[in-house]
């Protein structure tokens, strides 16, 4: 983590102690957040991560900075306080009020905390294990970006553990999902698929562009389909797009053509968002 945070409306130091323990989203996870690429001092896809965060907000009945330029704003200038050009954005909206542990000071109904951080190096693969039942499409919270986040967290740390990179995780229904922190697609004669928002993942940014750009689209996957994919990879706002050099007890193909044109095609994507907020900011 970087020097600086964001505070409400203050940056602040990151070992200020500025949090209390009453503020009932920090014990419960009652939170929504989200993670940015910052590219040349542009935040890449706001809009996209202002409009996820606030519908998660919205069902979670976590409440929500009413303009996305507040927050936009405020987020900028963590970026310039940090110097963080070409780096990671976390922003967390917590829900503040509410319940028997609501403590004294929780006096704002939210509190917008961000920090950034250098981009990590995420290597040339990914080696994922799998989890049955991780997921539970069912569910009407299935596909928010919440702080209930420790699941995850662990699956991610045992496998690590284990000697893989992430893990794969499947539905109720023994369907594809997703990654802790990632999405999936696979190549099956040459046409790009995802699995839908209805196996309970989460609709990442990364994924989102790709799909309206027609460069990918949705379709049930099952770890079988994954067995007969020419490639497979993943997506997330950190990662870009990474090939999936194993699955654990699968047998899978390698190779990255399909997913090396589509990267080209997203970094042009990136290039062009950029070029066009900085431009908007200059005339501002």
Not at 25 to 46: K, Q
Not at 158 to 172: C, I, K, P, S, T
Not at 180 to 185: D, E, G, K, L, R
Not at 205 to 220: D, I, N, Y
Request: net charge negative; glycine share 8%; proline share 4%.
């Amino acid at each position: 983590m970087h020097r600086f945070l964001l505070h409400n409306d203050d940056i602040r130091d990151a070992g200020d102690l500025i949090v209390s323990p009453g503020q009932v989203g920090l014990l419960n996870g009652w939170g929504v957040f989200s993670t940015i690429r910052v590219c040349e001092g542009v935040l890449f896809a706001w809009e996209r991560h202002w409009a996820r965060m606030q519908h998660d907000a919205a069902k979670l009945r976590v409440p929500f900075p009413s303009s996305a330029d507040w927050l936009h704003e405020r987020l900028r200038r963590l970026v310039e306080a940090n110097h963080a050009w070409n780096a990671t954005l976390r922003v967390v909206i917590v829900r503040n009020q509410g319940g028997i542990w609501q403590g004294p000071a929780a006096s704002r109904p939210f509190d917008a905390i961000a920090f950034t951080a250098e981009l990590n190096e995420w290597g040339e693969s990914v080696r994922l294990g799998m989890i049955k039942n991780a997921r539970y499409a069912a569910n009407e919270f299935a596909g928010t970006k919440n702080l209930s986040w420790a699941e995850n967290l662990t699956w991610y740390e045992r496998a690590h553990e284990q000697g893989f990179d992430e893990v794969l995780l499947l539905n109720e229904r023994g369907e594809v999902t997703e990654l802790t922190s990632a999405n999936i697609f696979a190549v099956q004669d040459a046409r790009v698929w995802t699995p839908p928002l209805s196996s309970g993942c989460l609709p990442g940014v990364t994924r989102s562009v790709l799909l309206e750009l027609g460069l990918a689209g949705e379709k049930t996957l099952f770890p079988a389909d994954l067995e007969a994919a020419e490639e497979i990879f993943v997506s997330s706002t950190t990662r870009g797009l990474l090939p999936v050099s194993s699955i654990e007890s699968l047998k899978i193909r390698q190779g990255h053509a399909a997913m090396d044109r589509l990267q080209a095609e997203f970094d042009r994507y990136v290039e062009q968002y950029v070029k066009s907020a900085k431009q908007q900011l200059s005339a501002v």
